[in-house]
C-alpha cells in the first residue's frame, strides 16, 4: 500500500524558514504532477505550489517569491522550501501525487505555525 509521509512542520517566527519533504513509501508509477496543498484555521483548503513532470512550477500568488517547490524522482520526494514565513501561512500542509491514471495519492498533512 502506496503512503505519502510528510516531514518538516513545525513552529517558526514570523520571517523564518522551513522545508517541508514528503516521500512515497511503496511503489508509485508514473507520477506527473507532485504539489502541496493548504488548510489554514477555517478556510478551504488550497493549492500552493505545483510541480510536472517536466519540472514546470506553478505557485499561487500569496507564496511567489517566498516558496520554492522541487521534486527528486528517484526518491519519489517532493519538497517545499518556505522562506519569509507570515503568520497568514500558518495551517496543515499537505502533499499531493497525481499519477499519469489521475490517480491521486495524499498525505497525512503536516502542521506549520508561523507566530508573529
Known amino acids: 500500500q502506496v503512503q505519502l509521509v510528510e516531514s518538516g512542520g513545525g513552529l517558526v517566527q514570523a520571517g523564518g524558514s522551513l522545508r517541508l519533504s514528503c516521500a512515497a513509501s511503496?511503489?508509485?508509477?508514473?507520477?506527473?504532477?507532485m504539489a502541496w496543498y493548504r488548510r489554514a484555521p477555517g478556510k478551504q483548503r488550497e493549492l500552493v505550489a505545483s510541480i510536472s513532470s517536466g519540472r514546470s512550477t506553478s505557485y499561487a500568488d500569496s507564496v511567489k517569491g517566498r516558496f520554492t517547490i522541487s521534486r527528486d524522482n528517484a526518491k519519489n520526494t517532493v519538497y517545499l522550501q518556505m522562506n519569509s514565513l507570515k503568520p497568514e501561512d500558518t495551517g496543515v500542509y499537505y502533499c499531493?501525487?497525481?499519477?499519469?491514471?489521475?490517480?491521486?495519492?495524499w498525505g497525512q498533512g503536516t502542521q506549520v505555525t508561523v507566530s508573529s
Open positions: 499531493n501525487f497525481l499519477n499519469r491514471y489521475n490517480f491521486n495519492y
Open positions: 511503496g511503489s508509485i508509477l508514473s507520477i506527473n504532477t
